[in-house]
Each structure stands twice: as structure tokens, then as C-alpha cells.
DNA sequence: AATGAATGAGTGTTCATTCAT
DNA sequence: TATGAATGAACACTCATTCAT
């Protein structure tokens, strides 16, 4: 009689089984309501407008979705895995430690600027979730983290930079980048992302840099103009 | 959908006149609404709730607020004029620019400490409240960012910090403040408060210090066993 | 986030503290609901169709009520407990144990004729219902089984009727009772109830009397002319 | 509400035209159909349930069944056609009137005992039909019902019972054997089939008899051992 | 000033039914 | 014939707000 909570917590039902239209369907509602609970959050945003939004009838949403929980959940997850995702090919083919890590940071920034209201919803709901999601969405950006970690430890591993505490460094990278999203109305206006960045880098990056690290980064600017090639 | 804006944003209605009975009633109130809103979000704690952990009726409520809105704004109002008010304070009697900034941040993080889940509230649903509203709640937090800014203009023109983009390296500073509240999952268990501060100085502070800043820096670190104390 | 299951499964919980306000308004919401559910059935009888022949709102009803099953059990409970609390002042002041026995009978089926309705609800519906509380209304009718029990045994043990079993005898006569108002369609029209009753004490209750147990069943007969004097 | 009552009330329409292919369907349907109302409930049993149950696709259920109404009607039909068509042949070469009596009850209850939920069924849900198939069923009922009254009036006939009440009688029969289903969890332990049944005989049966049907009723369990040989 | 019973618009969700394939 | 994805009206239930006392 009452809805059993099944099996794993990341597992969302759905009544259709072809992977692929559940896969396109998904998509297509999970659109409608990024925007929507981007807009108007969570709460205020009704099925009946995500239904709409995304072109579809209320019951279709029910065949793809258990409930409205599912959803959101299913947002997040889209978010945050785009983090995880996209940032990895932008560093691809790039070698050098410093490098890396002044590319991924950019990279996480321009993604988050590309996905900015959602990255604030993240902030605002996540808490909204059942427990054991809440975990997994956390768990998702422990390892958009651990990228940004693995550039770090690869800049003092090659002597690019003096040690430090490398955990909290990261997670001031980490909140550096959300930042743009979360202060949006703070540095709108006044910085373009890449300008963003460039100022980032000078004040969480270079001051941990050893010479041969700050010879990188200047060579890194020179070819790239500090990021502003927008 | 939203109620008629009336006068100015800042203004709530009671229909009681006596102005210390609305004081008095409605911190009454405020303390149970910031820590159900706390606990379980805005949208999900109901006004019967409220009323029951405050201890009083329904009806009462209405009395000393006009909606459920102004009952989320003066409670985001409550929590952002915490870290306003209880800032100077601490930092009175402090003379040297370098130990006021250091302290500031202290803090800072320690009055964030005392309102984490309120702090977390007001990352949550400030976007939830009226346009109006949201901009006063902004303002508020702009206040106390330029209490940092303060700090570090001090240090700057008193020779002891060098030239840095203040704006960015504020903002960071507050970031850093604020992820004690909002990432504090991830902090917890590895530092303490003072812990977390003195690192974060390490990180933030000590890299834009000029000789003489870092020897006040050292003083001061004599003195507090690195905010350790606690 | 689930509603609790909780205490006793009898227990209805009530918002309303008051409980003189509180048995008033779920008296005139079940005499709606009976009236309803009788007529159209549990699941095709909608909350708003109670309210609206109750002269109450939506809200109201479920200030008296958790949910839409606690109407049908307490509405199940209320018929049942008619039976149970209506019978025993119908057989007060009579003493001999025939006279009681068919008194018992006539009394159930006239109290069945003014809830024919209802009593097939409660054949229709108790099923309907959580086990727990399914289990309640047949503790119900047992008890109600047990007047009827008692008036068997009585006529045995006073030598008026001849040892049968009991068990049994006391289900032919429940189910007489019953089928006044499972097969209504049946006798209306052909039977009044006296006459109804009458026949089935002739069936059921004659044969298993003694010589004793007859005689008394003809004073009886001579002073209430077959219970046809409606 | 209720869909237009198109053509006779029995009819049910079908998209399929080979009657055989319509036929096996159907009790493919039905079954399962049959199966899940006895569980569940009529309401409470969706269509997407019985297809799944079925082993079919939910639009093969509308190529051979209206609605919902006509699956129930059908469903209830099915089952109160059993009973009909399932006495007679029990009854097959039996001769005397009394054992012919005595074997109708106690094929009518064994019957019923294999339909146990699907005649608790056929009592909760004929209600929910549309007015002129709900008498269809009792027509069914009632047929059965004849077959048992014929077997009371040879009795009569034959010199075997004495003048009673026919109908009052027959009506007691079909209470005791749909008792068997309805209070099943009053009889459930206490007795099995043929003990219900010979109790039964003893007490609406025996007391009825004169003395050649003693005789004969005294023969009958003589050579069956109480309809205990189960 | 204070109460809390009463209201009803609005929500998430279900499920009989349809129809393109 | 047979499929099952798609539809949307209808439902149970919630909760901010009102108002008689």
C-alpha cells in the first residue's frame, strides 16, 4: 500500500523499460525542470509547469519518475556530474602540472558560469533530498573535488609549488569556482570569467608557486592572455 | 500569486501597537522559526509548527506578522545582523591592522559557528523571499563584507599587506568564512574552529603579507597558539 | 516524512482538543460519510462529496479525521457498535429465556432494518480496511454474536431448548439476521420484518425447543400477535 | 459519470471477432482478473495489474472488454455461473430426494470452498455494477438458488419434510453456504467442509424431516460418513 | 491581546482509457 | 491482432490564512 523505498538510493524507477527513450525522456523533462526549479525553486514549482515546460502530459512524467523527490534528485545529479565530466577533456593533452591545474579551474568556472542558476540550486536543495541521496549528490562533488586535488598534488609532487595544506587549498579553489554561481551578483558586471579566473589564479594559485612553478604560469599567460580570450 | 507589495520592502506589519510587546513576541517567534527553518527548510516547516515550538496560537502569529514571507525575511534579517553586529565587538580594543583582520576572520567563523544551520538557511532561501526584500537581506551581507574590507585596507595602507585585488581577496575571505557553515561536512571531524581559521590564514592571509606584516602575524601567533584556544 | 502508524489501531487522532466539539463534528461528518458510502460506496464517494453533505469544508474533515480510511472505520465501528449497544436495552426487563432468544432476534433485525444500508456496507467494506482495524470490527460483531450466544445458552441450560450446537446455531441466526439486509431484494415486499422475524423463529428456533420451550414460544406468540405489530 | 448503456445489459463488446479466439482470451483475462479482485478489490486493482497478471498488454484488455465494469461483470458472472453450472452434475444419479438435498448443500459449500474469495467477490463488489447488470447477477443467484428449492419441494412432495416455509428455508441454505465463505474466519480450524455441512444438516435439514426422511437421512450417513471423507 | 477552529485553493499522484505503431 | 507509451481528469490531502469568540 505505501511506496517502498527500494532497493538503492540512487536507483530511480522507471515504468518504461526501452533504455533509450527512457534516456531521451528523462532528458527532456529533467530540462524543464532544471529551468523551473532554477527559476522559482523547488517547492514552487509545480509538476503541472514542469509537464508543461517540457511538452509532455503530468502522467508521462510519472512513467520516468517515482516522484517529485526523484526529479530533483535526478537534477542534481545532472549538475554535478557535468562537473565531473566536463572538466577532464579540457585538460586532455595538456602535460604540464601548473598547467593543468590553472586550465581546470578555468574550466570548472566556465562550466559553472554555463550552468549557474543550477549550480545554485544545488546549494538550495540538496539539503531538500532524502539522507542517503543527499550523500550521493556530496559524493559526486567529492569527485569533482578530487580532480582539482590531483592537479595539486601534481604541481608539489613535480616542485612546482611549495607544499601546503592541500585539502583545504582545494576546497578554497572548490569555493572559489562556485562562487561565480553563488555571488554571481557580486562580480557581475565588474569581471568576465575568464578576468575571473586570471585574479583567482594571482591570489590562490601563484603565492603557493615555487620559481619553476611561477616560470610556468608566465609562460602560461603569455600564450593565453590571461584567460580573456573569450 | 504574491501579496500586494505594500510601503517599503524593509516594513512588517503587526497590528499590535506596543512597540516593546512586537519586539518581545516577535523574538518569541523569530527563535522558533529560524530553528525549525533550520532543521527542516522553509517550505516544509508549517506555520502550526511554528506557533507550537514558540508556544503560542496560531492566530498569534498573525498579529506580530503579515505572511509566512515576513516571517522568513526577518528571520534571514535576524541571522545576516548577527555577523554585523557581533563583528565590532570582538574586534574593539584591537589595535594593529593585521590582528584585526586575523581576529575578524576569527570571528567571523566562530559567530558562523553558532549559526550554522541559519547560515546555511540564508544561502537557502534568500532567493525564496520577495525581489524587495532579497535586496535588503544582500545589503545586509554587504555590510559586514565591508567590515573585512575594512581590515584589509588597513593593512594594506599601513604597509603590512601588499597591494592585492581587495575586492576578490574579500570575497574569497568571506567564502572561506561561510564554508565553515556550508561545507562543514567536510570540515568536521578534521579541525576545530581555530583549527580551521589559523589554516585559513595560512592560506589567505600570510602570502600578501609584506616583513612587516608577517612579523605582527608571528606576534600574534605567540599570543593565541593559533586560535587554538578555545 | 511518512505519516507514523502509530499507538493502538483504534485510536483516530483528532487536531481538535475539545472532545464534546470533537464527538458533535464527527458525528455529523460519519452520518454524512454512512449515508454516502451506503449509497455509492467507499472508493467511489469522494472526501469533498462528505464535506459537501456534511455542510463542512475539505480542511475541516481532516481535523477530525487522519485520512480517509479513519472515516470508514470509524463509520464501520458505528454500525457495528449500534447492534452491540442497541440490543441489550431491547431485552431489559424480560426474563424468561425463550422470550429473551427471540426477543434478541426480532430486536437485531429491526435494528439491522433501520441500517440496512449500512449493514451491507459493513459487508462490503470492512475488507477495505487495515488488518489491524479489520480485526476490530469483527471483535464487534463477536460481541455482538456473544447477546445472542448467551440467550441460546440460557434457553439450554433453563431446559427450553434441547442441546444443539450452540456454535453453530448462533451463526444460523446471526446470518438470518443479516440476509435481512444482504438480500433485501429478496423478502421486501413479500415480508414485513415481524413477519420475517416470525418465520425464522419458526425455522430456528422452534425445532430445537423441549415441550417446556414450546410453551413458552405459544405465551409469547399470544401476547405479541408474531411481532407483526409494527 | 457512467458510460452510455449501450444495447442489452449482458452484451459485452469486443474488437475481436473469432468467437473462439474472443473466448479463450477472455478467460485468459478473467482469470487473472478474478484473482486479483478476490485479493484486492475491485478499486484497488488496476488494469495495468491484471495485464501484468494475465501475461497480455494492457491494450489487448480493451480489444476484448469495454471497461473496467465489463471486466467485473464478466468476473462476477464467471463465478456465480460456477455454481450454477457445478451443482447439477454433483447431483447426477442421485435419486432421493432427501440425499438429493443433502448433496446439493454440500456440493453448493465445497463449491463455494474452491471460490472461497471469489464469492466474498461476487457479495462486495456486485453493488459497484451498473443497475441492470447487477440484476443479471442475481438472476444467477437466484437460478442457483431454484436448484436448491427444487430439492426442498421434492422433500416436500416425496413425504420426506413436512410443510415448511420453502422460501424462508431455501434462503436459509444459501446463507449457510455462502456463510462459509463470508465468516470463513469463524469456521477456519473449527471445522473442516464436511464437518460445516453435516452440522448444517442437523440443524436445517434434520428438524424438517419426517420420519421416512429420518430414515433416509440416517441411511445417507451410514454409507458417507458425515461428508467427512474429505 | 490572544485563541484555535474553520476554510478551500492548490498540490502531488493515480489510473482508466486511447491510439500510433 | 497486439503493444505499451501517452494522456489528463479526478482524487486525497495540506496548510497559509481568516475570524468569531
Redesign the pocket.
Known amino acids: 500500500m505505501r511506496?517502498e523505498e527500494t532497493g538503492s538510493p540512487g536507483h530511480v524507477e522507471s515504468?518504461?523499460?526501452?533504455p533509450k527513450?527512457v534516456a531521451e525522456?528523462r532528458g527532456q523533462i529533467l530540462r524543464a525542470a532544471v529551468k523551473l526549479f532554477s527559476e522559482k525553486g523547488y517547492y514552487t514549482t509545480?509538476?503541472?509547469q514542469i509537464a508543461k515546460e517540457a511538452g509532455?502530459?503530468?502522467?508521462?512524467i510519472?512513467?520516468y519518475f517515482g516522484?517529485?523527490d526523484d526529479i530533483l534528485f535526478l537534477s542534481l545529479k545532472l549538475v554535478i556530474e557535468t562537473y565531473e565530466h566536463e572538466i577532464p577533456p579540457r585538460l586532455e593533452g595538456i602535460e604540464h602540472p601548473v598547467e593543468r591545474l590553472c586550465v581546470a579551474l578555468w574550466a570548472y568556472c566556465t562550466i559553472i558560469d554555463g550552468l549557474r542558476e543550477a549550480t545554485v540550486l544545488a546549494y538550495r536543495f540538496t539539503k531538500s533530498l532524502r539522507a542517503d541521496r543527499r550523500d550521493l549528490i556530496k559524493e559526486g562533488e567529492f569527485r569533482t573535488n578530487r580532480l582539482l586535488e590531483n592537479c595539486v598534488r601534481a604541481c608539489i609532487d613535480g616542485g612546482f609549488m611549495r607544499p601546503v595544506n592541500e585539502y583545504m587549498l582545494v576546497y578554497q579553489y572548490v569555493m572559489f569556482c562556485h562562487a561565480w554561481a553563488l555571488k554571481h551578483w557580486a562580480f557581475q558586471g565588474r569581471y568576465t570569467p575568464g578576468q575571473y579566473v586570471a585574479e583567482g589564479i594571482r591570489i590562490l594559485v601563484e603565492p603557493f608557486l615555487t620559481k619553476k612553478g611561477l616560470a610556468a604560469l608566465a609562460a602560461l599567460r603569455r600564450r593565453t592572455a590571461d584567460f580573456t580570450h573569450e
Open positions: 511506496k515504468l518504461v523499460t526501452d527513450r525522456r509545480t509538476i503541472q509532455v502530459s503530468i502522467g508521462l510519472y512513467q516522484d517529485k
